[in-house]
């Protein structure tokens, strides 16, 4: 493989805790009476938050007011996100012999921030993110990585955490489709995958030999 395309959240950075929390006190503000418990909030996510605030019946009318929320959330937490235990060791090993991008709905702002604050950035070649394209599970983004060095779907591996992480990378054809079972979504949910992987290190064994 060429080129290892990697989504950001529950792949790299552990990111699940805060995005659960942001979510009860959208939960909270709408009086949606959410719980604690983090498997609910492995269920209700999906990669595209517009097909999450369906699932709890938040219309474009209240977008501004959950972004708000959102945003704050992420500041409110910034120290509480960070790279897996293992990440920055497969990285650098990865790194030697393939190209490396993040492809992620999430903001880039966000992105840039904790990949500098974890001296992630030399890794990777480059990143697309929600200002780049369409979102996952669109191909899109995988596409625009895809013609930026020119390599071929069957010459590529994309891994993700989620569900719509598996229906974009097929959708756009690519050769080596993992999901990682310690990010957002669990193992049910990820069978589409070609490979399940429970650790991070189990990522650089899956490109060694």
Partial sequence: MKLIMFDYDGVLIDSLAVTSRI??????AFQLGFPEDL???????ELDWRATMKKINLGEEH????????VEGLRKHKGRVK????????????AEHHVLAIVTNNLRAEVDYTLGQYDLHKYFQASFTSEDGELKPSPDMIHKCLARFDVKPE???FIGDMDGDIVSARAANIGKIIAVSYGYHLTPRLQDADLILDTP????HAFSG
């Fill in 23 to 28: 979510y009860k006190d959208i939960s909270d």
């Fill in 39 to 45: 498997e609910f909030y492995q269920d209700l996510f």
């Fill in 63 to 70: 977008w501004s007011k959950t972004e708000e929320i959102y």
């Fill in 83 to 94: 790279p897996y235990d293992g990440i920055p060791t497969v990285l650098e090993a990865l």
């Fill in 155 to 157: 010459n590529a591996a």
């Fill in 201 to 204: 290190e189990e990522i650089l």
